[in-house]
């Protein structure tokens, strides 16, 4: 088991956003979340993910990190985050922009560099490697970004509307990577989507009505 939360309850004033959430995820899974815009979907993730904390209940991962008790490495080296826009640093290549996440976790620089070319090659992704994002489409851009979530070898990536913003062949891309990703590296995945396709390659897939998760 990666993490397993328990009665996550979340609150603005008086309005329960999410309302006694159970839900918990072994090593290796797809789990997806759907729900109408506004319906908490993003927020459960944010706290699942130790980006926020619920009102009520609490979040308990495999190695006892919290959001309110961490180190920013033992983040880094337990959970990974896709959004739906791919925040790619504009001024710098590609390589530096896999190369950055892992100095920031304590390698050099040149074992950085060396394990981002290797994991570029794995996935015929190296053609990027020199290019700037603003020289690449939005598809290579999101499919490097699923990259930079997973560099620091993570046992989970939060993933919030990976899909959101593309076309239907470079969506089609982007899950293909995603399923690829967790069979080679056996890397969970956690994902707020629309996307039913998602979905259909999730392991358990859930949906997120008047704060409740249903089945």
């Known amino acids: 088991m990666i993490f397993k939360a328990k009665n ?18 072994d090593e290796g899974q797809i789990i997806s979340i759907e729900g109408a815009s506004g319906s908490g979907k993003t ?14 209940g609490r979040v308990e991962y495999y190695n006892n990190l919290e959001y309110d008790n961490f180190n920013s490495s033992e983040r880094i080296g337990t959970i990974g985050y896709v959004f739906q826009f791919h925040h790619l640093l504009a001024e710098f290549q590609v390589i530096d922009n896999l190369t950055i996440p892992q100095i920031l976790a304590g390698k ?5 560099v060396m394990y981002a070319n290797e994991m570029l ?3 015929d992704l190296e053609y990027l490697s020199k290019r700037y994002p603003y020289q690449i489409s939005g598809g290579e851009c999101q499919r490097i970004a699923l990259l930079r979530g997973i560099i ?14 593309l076309d239907s062949e470079n ?11 967790k069979e080679t590296f056996n890397i969970s995945f956690f994902i707020v989507t629309h996307d039913s396709h998602i979905t259909k390659i999730s392991d358990e897939s859930f949906y997120i009505d008047s704060g409740k998760l249903k089945q």
């Open 8 to 25: 996550i309850v979340k609150k603005f004033d008086d309005t329960r956003i999410l309302d006694s959430i159970d839900v918990s995820i």
């Open 43 to 56: 927020t459960l993730l944010n706290i699942l993910g130790l980006l926020d904390s619920p009102s009520q």
């Open 108 to 112: 050099n620089y040149k074992e950085s």
């Open 121 to 123: 090659k794995i996935l």
């Open 152 to 165: 620091n070898k993570p046992k989970i990536v939060f993933a919030d509307e990976p899909t959101g913003n």
């Open 171 to 181: 969506s089609r891309i982007v899950i293909k990577l995603l399923n690829d990703l």
